[in-house]
């Protein structure tokens, strides 16, 4: 049973790694913590010398999604690719399209696609401080955070990935990190959205979520998805408010957790972190997201499969899959020949090495020159965003993974 528990604290152990030392946040600010509501386009993109495009895609649920579109190289210069190929760069849970954007430009991913001639598209999902609007409903009402990732799946990757394909009138090569690749491999199971796809690459891949490492372990008994949902209702998880940082710190003054070393326990230890790069990767998150959404993940940590959201009961479960159990993403349904570039590091604690052996195992089948696996012994969660090695040991690959589809 205490297995079955674990999943919350981590994630909230997470926020709170990430608010704790920064009390003070805004609710929305630009790159340096100042501008507000220009946009990542003006706060992140243009300011480094990059033509930037803000677009909203809305959603078949009415969401109004922020995305940004980065053409060309900086200054209007970099490589020249026929057709630019265009890459939709989406995030993780907690955070938005601006962890794409920390790095200094030769750092950064996005900047160095752009740079390489590819045309760039940053997503954010709904609920994250740009894509915080609806057509009829209002953030500050439960119905506004009524979803979880099922949801991404069903509406928000759809929408922005016919968004980017009507657009650029190509095929696109996705790009995910953390629960971006979680949307990613459940859409494609389900058959979702692989006509518009040229490639896939996964970054610290979660599908499978049941070996949480260490500290994590710990903390399993203190909270759970009944009294979580309690606590907050099933609306707005958001790390910056107060009484999610309440319950964060109640969960710290437990001695055996070690909150001064959260950042290790957490998403592992980081090899390769520039210190500038993490201030302002603080600055500028965490974002809110769906408490419905923190506890889908948490039902993926306890059951070990991948399964739309369960309602708890077979009978709710019956009014909405018209199934007592919620139905299971079928990985090993993935298309065999879909190009698939998978990069996981040996010291990350949230996608643990078994749980991506797992997720490998589903794609046992998958063509054998289709799939590219990169294994970095020193690599933890955020290094594959924000790492100052990350060009050399992961993009610089991406790219001509990427050159090889054409
Ligand atoms: C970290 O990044 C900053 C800003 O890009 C840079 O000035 C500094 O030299 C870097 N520090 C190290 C140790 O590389
Ligand atoms: C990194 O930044 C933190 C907070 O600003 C500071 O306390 C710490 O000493 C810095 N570490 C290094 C290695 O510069």
Sequence with gaps: MGHSLSSFPFLSLYTFLLVLPFQTFGSSRGLDGNSDAAGICAAAVAVRGYECHEFDVITDDGYILSLQRIPQGRGGGGARLPNRPPVLLQHGVLVDGMTWLVSP????????????????WISNI??????????TLDPSTPEFWDWTWDDLVFHDLPAII????????????????????????????????????????????IAYLSHMTTTLGVLVARAFVGEITTIFGLA??????????????????????????????????????NNSTVELFLKNEPQSTATKNLVHLAQTVRDGILS???Y????????????S??????LSKIP???????????????SDVKDVETLLDNLKLHDEDKLHVQYIKDYAHADFIMGETAKDIVYNQIISFFRNQQ
Excluded: W
């Design 236 to 273: 707005e998880f958001n790390p910056k408010g107060e009484p999610v940082s309440n319950f964060l710190k109640a969960l710290c003054t437990d001695p055996e957790v070690d909150c001064y070393d959260l950042l290790a326990s957490l998403t592992g230890r980081n090899c390769c972190l």
């Design 308 to 310: 739309r959201y369960d």
């Design 105 to 120: 430009p030769e750092q950064s991913l996005a900047m160095i696609l752009a740079d390489n001639g590819f045309d760039v």
């Design 126 to 135: 709904r609920g994250t401080r740009f894509s915080t609007r609806h057509m």
């Design 336 to 350: 065999r020949d879909l190009p698939i570039y998978l990069s996981y590091g040996g010291e990350d604690a949230l």
């Design 325 to 330: 159990k919620p139905p299971i993403y079928d």
């Design 162 to 205: 016919e968004f980017v394909f009507k657009q650029t009138g190509q095929k696109i090569h996705y790009v995910g990190h953390s629960m971006g690749t979680l949307m990613a491999l459940a859409s494609f199971s389900e058959g979702k959205l692989i006509d518009k796809i040229r490639s896939a690459t996964l970054l610290s891949p």
């Design 312 to 323: 708890g009961n077979s009978d709710f479960n019956e009014e909405h899959y018209g199934e």
